[in-house]
């Protein structure tokens, strides 16, 4: 009796063996080059690709493109020095570039110069320098993401202006370029200059559908880096055909009703003194109107704010005609700003990166399916009418006051 007791407890236990094996193909975190992000641009070599080369590292090739790997580093190093000459810092990451006319294999080339294999399943930041966008459409180089299984999906894409592995360098050490870009997309909520994430898999879906869309433009300078308007793609072409400024992207936000917070910054036209509108609340609905073969949109907002700034003097804070007037000019420059992009989307770069064709597709899917392969032209001619209403519900933290003010539908 024992011993079959003795027996049935080991085959029991035989199943459990097979969980200890869950270790077999683990990978040392510190034998890995873990990376952060990853850069794109038209091949330009480094100085350190030009010395190699120049000494001999040749391989066949021709240079097309540049991949730039940024991989951590120990966070921190030395200390006091013996004379007390103060403490150092290594630097937390470290850039390699590889240049030639396939990704996986200059990836691949990387391994020829470092003791540790380049590991990406952790990175957070794809930057694709605009040269390289303008002449070579995106799927020419974005295939190997999609193909290559150890790239996450959920990795961000960004545009710069300029090289792209220059965002990857700044002032100091004590931080990680690659992890600097990713955090400064959660300030959406203050400002209407920052895009909704464009991630490696809402990427693949505009490509697919070959619709236009908008990248957020990083600029570099003095050793910094910063969100500069955005880069437009032509969803047919899939280049980059020209960029929005600040103010410019600020105005598509405010049309898809993509704003989690942000200001507006308008003149009081009875004194010409500037001031500042917040917003608290905000939100934009896209209606399509079909008759026969006209298509037009109208676009309802509707803001909540307060007054967080102004340099109106020797005005009462809850004068009804005040807060009226200040309702009234905040309503005027929001349509103003709109109606400026607008024009430049739809007669310069014909280009709905707006949602425009979402909203007819929704809403109107047989006419969709006539225009779709034309839309481009289509929404290049289509009319637009904006209604934008305003409510001013504080004046700053001294107290509160709710004037509503409607501006008349724009012709």
């Not at 007791?5 to 990978?27: D, F, H, N, V, Y």
């Not at 097309?64 to 120990?74: A, D, G, K, N, R």
């Not at 008759?291 to 020797?314: A, K, P, T, Y």
């Not at 005609?321 to 430049?344: M, N, P």
């Amino acid at each position: 009796m024992k011993r079959r007791k003795m027996m049935l407890a080991i085959m029991a236990l035989l199943p459990m063996l097979l969980l200890l094996t869950g270790c077999w193909s683990q990978r040392e975190i510190d034998d890995l080059s873990l990376v952060a992000g990853i850069a794109l641009d038209k091949a330009h070599e480094t100085k350190v690709e030009t010395a190699l080369n120049k000494n001999g590292a040749t391989r066949k090739k021709e240079n097309l493109i540049s991949i730039t790997y940024q991989i951590f580093t120990s966070s921190s190093g030395g200390g006091q020095g013996k004379g007390g000459g103060g403490s150092s810092e290594k630097k937390r990451y470290e850039n390699f570039t590889e240049t030639g006319d396939l990704l996986l294999e200059s990836t691949r080339e990387i391994s020829l110069r470092t003791d540790r294999p380049i590991f990406a399943q952790h990175f957070k930041t794809l930057v694709i320098g605009d040269e390289l966008l303008r002449t070579t459409p995106f799927w020419n180089f974005m295939d190997l993401m999609y193909r290559e299984s150890e790239f996450r999906p959920s990795a961000l894409v960004f545009v710069s202006r300029g090289l792209g592995r220059e965002t990857f360098e700044l002032k100091g050490t004590k931080e990680i370029p690659a992890f600097r870009i990713l955090k400064m997309v959660d300030n959406q909520y203050k400002s209407t200059r920052i895009l909704p994430s464009v991630t490696l898999a809402k990427l693949l879906t505009y490509l697919q559908s070959k619709s236009s869309f908008l990248l957020q433009a990083i600029i570099k300078g003095g050793g910094e880096i910063k969100f500069a308007g955005a880069g437009i793609i032509h969803g047919q072409s899939g280049k980059l055909v020209g960029f929005l400024d600040e103010d410019e992207l600020s105005s598509v936000t405010l049309i898809t009703g993509k704003v989690r917070g942000g200001v507006v910054k308008y003149t009081d036209e009875e004194t010409g003194q500037k001031n500042l509108y917040e917003i608290l609340s905000y939100k934009s609905d896209i209606v399509p109107r079909v008759e026969g073969d006209n298509i037009s949109f109208e676009v309802r907002i509707e803001s909540r704010g307060r007054l967080s700034e102004s340099w109106v003097m020797n005005e009462k804070s809850f004068n009804d005609r005040f807060l009226k007037r200040q309702g009234q000019y905040v309503a005027k420059q929001v349509e103003r700003d709109i109606r400026q992009t607008l024009q430049k989307m739809q007669k310069q770069y014909k280009a709905d990166v707006f949602g425009f064709s979402k909203e007819l597709r929704i809403h109107e899917p047989k006419t969709w399916d006539k225009v779709k392969s034309q839309w481009d032209q289509k929404f290049s001619q289509a009319e637009v009418r904006l209604h934008v209403k305003t409510i001013v519900t504080e004046y700053g933290a001294s107290g509160s006051k709710v004037i509503e003010h409607r501006n008349p539908p724009g012709p």
